[in-house]
């Protein structure tokens, strides 16, 4: 589905023209890998020495208390701490391939093939419609057909084609807060990503709409590679394929979900997941 989106896209652009998407390669076994990371805001390190490997379509989950480093860590993997001031970034993450720190890398070209989902839905002032086409329009398309698929399809992968086709032209701040956020997803989608981060994204939710997004998820690694931050460990135990625990900065351990709540290798680890942290 996510193929089909991608070729419109570059069906859009002239045929002599070398999309800058180019650059990345995911055909590898991980869509991330993070090496010697360190992030310092002004003098304060945030994060420390941070090595990890995110495999390709699979769901990585981020847990530890607040403060620890787990959003701050997101948020260098589309560059988003690039608006930060005083934000300072050594070390290594590659993405598809591509060290993203680069100062050759395209950041309009990265940020399309790494989405995010907020903590809070965000949809835009405008219509269901123009939310998903927004991405869509800002590559380039403008033809209404091809625009007409890229909705319903992305509308279909979020799982609320059904909800919304009669309701397209409506404001998407009509929405409950459930469907702002799974059309949130969709509007991350529409552009095509290999990798959509999603940072809290259930933390404001009832359960039911967190049943939906977490359905959703397991769903969607069939196209894209997840990772996310979460608070909720139960969440991190249904969903995941890999959980990495973080704490102070430092990422303490990381392995297969299974592996990290039933048998943990760190202290520091099961005090968090057992509840006796602190």
């Not at 989106?5 to 055909?27: H, R």
């Not at 709409?209 to 990772?227: A, F, H, M, Q, R």
């Not at 102070?248 to 592996?259: A, C, K, P, V």
Request: charged residues 25%.
């Amino acid at each position: 589905m996510l193929k089909f989106i991608k070729k419109k896209a570059a069906q859009s652009e002239s045929a002599e023209k070398k999309s800058p998407l180019d650059i990345f390669d995911f055909s590898g076994e991980n869509a991330i890998s993070v090496k010697d990371v360190d992030l310092y805001y002004g003098e304060f390190q945030a994060l420390k020495k941070i090595n990890m490997q995110m495999p390709k379509h699979k769901i990585t989950a981020m847990i530890g208390p607040s403060g620890c480093g787990k959003s701050t860590l997101i948020k260098t993997l589309n560059r988003m701490n690039d608006l930060v001031e005083g934000c300072r970034v050594e070390g290594e993450i590659a993405i598809g391939g591509v060290n993203i720190y680069d100062k050759s890398v395209d950041l309009s070209a990265l940020r399309k093939n790494v989405g995010m989902v907020f903590q809070k839905p965000n949809p835009f002032p405008m219509s269901v419609y123009d939310n998903i086409a927004y991405g869509p329009r800002t590559f380039g398309i403008r033809k209404k057909s091809t625009l007409d698929e890229i909705v319903e399809r992305s509308l279909k992968q979020a799982a609320m084609w059904e909800e919304l086709k009669d309701r397209l032209n409506k404001s998407a701040l009509g929405l409950s807060g459930g469907q702002q956020q799974r059309l949130c997803i969709a509007r991350a989608l529409a552009v095509g990503p290999q990798i959509l981060l999603m940072d809290e994204p259930t933390s404001a939710l009832d359960p039911i709409s967190t049943g939906k997004i977490e359905e959703l998820c397991e769903e969607l690694k069939k196209d894209v590679t997840i990772v996310m931050v979460t608070h909720n460990m139960q969440q991190a135990a249904r969903i995941s394929d890999k959980t990495a625990f973080f704490l102070l900065g430092e990422m303490i351990e990381m392995g297969d979900t299974e592996q990290v709540f039933s048998a943990p290798k760190h202290p520091e680890t099961e005090r968090y997941i057992t509840g006796r942290f602190g």
